[in-house]
């Protein structure tokens, strides 16, 4: 794995963007409407023999960082129906991935919302998902370049130019995956020149923990360029980042996957918030922010 440059090394211009929009680089943000929490802290499986608790007013969920947005205006809406005015949200976001090694690893919540199907297959193998899993969205990818183009990135061949600093995820993170999935499909096209994808890949300066801090990245100016969902544009301040569409016949369609786990500790309140997101009212809250529906 390439290493990612460490904070310290950011030059004294950026310091200031970067306290702004230090939301964005956090490896696995944790927010609550109600105090914070970290999966750590979940509560542990009870001892064979005891008595089970009530259930929780405390909804938990992991989430991929690329819903963060989005979920949070969700769940707002969800709590205005009766019967939820109580209820309170805590979502840890990161990488699916990661966040499915810290299930994996024994971490509790009642929820997991992946941006792929292989991480949601992961933790239904381990035996941690109750019932099925559904897919509720979609997404697209999309080419970003930071303000003043100071690679000179204004087509998707130029990604495979020699000294472009180009930087992704890891291809277990599920935007990794992706993006080296549609390079794959560019590099079927004549008109980017042989060997492109293995060029565009020889240029990654570093793979991030998750799509929220390759965009930062790219936003920092730190790169020349890199591969996000399109949904995470709209998280970016205008102007501080300009977008290369790709086309459908080389984009990859990111769908996202949602379950109950078997450690849920407020089981009922999930399954009516996941019934609230795959229902018209939830999804209309999906495609505004430009997710794509089930």
Known sequence: MLPTSPPEMATTRLQSRRAFIALFATPASLSACRGTNTASSAQTTPEPGSRVAAESNDVVMFAASSLTLVLDKMWQAFRTQPGNEGLAFTANYGSSSQLRTQLQEGAEADIFA??????????????????????????????????GNPGKVTTLADLAKPGVKFVTTPPDVPIGAYARASLKKLASDPSNGNGYDAKVLANIVSEEANVRQVVVKVQLGEADAG???????????????????????????AEYTIAILKSAKAPAAARRLISFINSPSGQSILVAAKFKPA
């Open 227 to 253: 591969i996000c969902y399109a949904t995470d544009v709209t998280a970016v301040p205008a102007g501080e980042v300009t977008t290369i569409d790709i086309p459908d016949s080389a984009n990859v369609v």
């Open 114 to 147: 992946s941006a792929d199907v292989a991480q949601m297959e992961q933790v239904a193998k381990a035996g941690l998902v109750d019932g099925n899993a559904t897919v509720f969205a979609r997404n697209r990818l999309v080419v970003i370049v930071p303000k």
